[in-house]
């Protein structure tokens, strides 16, 4: 069964960073696009950026490009979201989680999260 | 960016009952829209994707259809565990938008 478990999740001052990791098991990672997708307290879900199978290729939503920076290592099985410049509205909680293969994009499998909180 | 626009926000049934909950694009997304069942606390769980196919394991009381930009997820016979946050997503643009999300109250 696929597994996802985030961490990297913390409370951090604005302007400050934070560097998120998900760690992936019961399926091979490398042969998956992967996706952060994030939700702020009692809102609905936003989707973040995703990247392909061998980390060549990022696609960010506007209101991070610039800051945020998805990658991988497909040898630890691990996902990341290097975060800067971070402000209130990026406060939430932070899920990865796997595109399914043959799902047209759809997200099949979930972590249940890490949460970020951004105050001074 | 694509706008998805569910609705209704929330609803309340009683267990038997047939719910339906919409999903409108701004413009076409073909069928590269997915549905999703949150319970409290827990991750996001996927129902339906390319808009009427039932993702493996899920429960057959759920489906979904489409018309034009117009998405619709039904739960034919509402049961207890069904209550939680329905959210849609569109995957034919980026970034990936979804709704607000429709909770559902039984």
């Known amino acids: 069964e696929a597994q996802l478990v985030e961490s990297g999740g913390a409370l951090v001052q604005p302007g400050g960073s934070l560097r998120l990791s998900c760690v992936v098991s019961g399926f091979t990672f490398k042969s998956y696009w992967m996706t952060w997708v994030r939700q702020a307290p009692g809102k609905g879900l936003e989707w973040v950026a995703h990247?392909?199978?061998?980390?060549?290729?990022?696609t960010y939503v506007g209101s991070v490009k610039g800051r945020f920076t998805i990658s991988r290592d497909n040898a630890k099985n691990s996902l990341y979201l290097q975060m800067n410049g971070l402000t209130v509205d990026d406060a939430g909680i932070y899920f990865c989680?796997?595109?399914?293969?043959?799902?047209?994009?759809?997200?099949?499998?979930w972590g249940r999260g890490t949460p970020v909180s951004v105050s001074s | 960016d694509v706008q998805m626009t569910q609705s209704p926000s929330s609803l309340s049934a009683s267990v038997g009952d047939r719910v339906t909950v919409t999903c409108r694009a701004s413009q076409s997304v073909y069928n590269y829209l997915h549905w999703y069942q949150q319970k409290p606390g827990e991750a996001p769980k996927l129902l339906i994707y390319a808009a009427s196919n039932l993702q493996s394991g899920v429960p057959s009381r759920f489906s979904g259809s489409a018309s034009g930009t117009t998405f619709t997820l039904t739960i034919a016979g509402l049961q207890p565990e069904d209550g939680g946050l329905y959210h849609c997503q569109q995957t034919l643009h980026f970034p990936h938008s979804f709704g607000q999300g429709t909770k559902v109250e039984i």
């Open positions: 989680a796997r595109v399914g293969n043959g799902t047209y994009w759809g997200i099949d499998h």
């Open positions: 990247i392909d199978r061998d980390g060549g290729r990022q």
